[in-house]
């Protein structure tokens, strides 16, 4: 099983940036995939973007060109950094990754991120 912490979510002005950060209990070298979803009050959970182990990438129409996802194995760490914020963008961010061959799922307790205009 895979714990998943999600860091670096708060308010933020629109245009500004921030970096959010989601730290595995264990290493992430062999985790098929892990992603940014979001979740604005009374819609879906989307995903925003993701990464595999192979180092393919993922974003959703929404985002592209704005947000970039990495992963750092060595510190088992997967990070999503926005730029060009907007209050669209304003919603509980989760951290997900798929494991395993079952697969397994985990998420983290997700971030708030605030856009303000």
């Known amino acids: 099983q895979v714990q998943l912490v999600e860091s670096g979510g708060g308010l933020v002005q629109t245009g500004g940036s921030l970096r959010l950060s989601c730290a595995a209990s264990?290493?992430?070298?062999?985790?098929?995939?892990m992603g940014w979803y979001r979740q604005a009050p009374g819609k879906q959970r989307d995903l925003v973007a993701a990464?595999?182990?192979?180092?393919?990438?993922n974003y959703a129409d929404s985002v592209k060109g704005r947000f970039t996802i990495s992963r750092d194995n060595a510190k088992n760490t997967v990070y999503l950094q926005m730029n060009s914020l907007k209050p669209e963008d304003t919603a509980v961010y989760y951290c997900?990754?798929?494991?395993?061959?079952?697969?397994?799922?985990?998420w983290g307790q997700g971030t708030q991120v605030t856009v303000s205009s």
């Open positions: 997900h990754a798929e494991y395993g061959l079952g697969p397994y799922h985990s």
């Open positions: 990464v595999t182990s192979g180092g393919s990438t």
């Open positions: 264990r290493s992430i070298f062999s985790i098929n995939a």
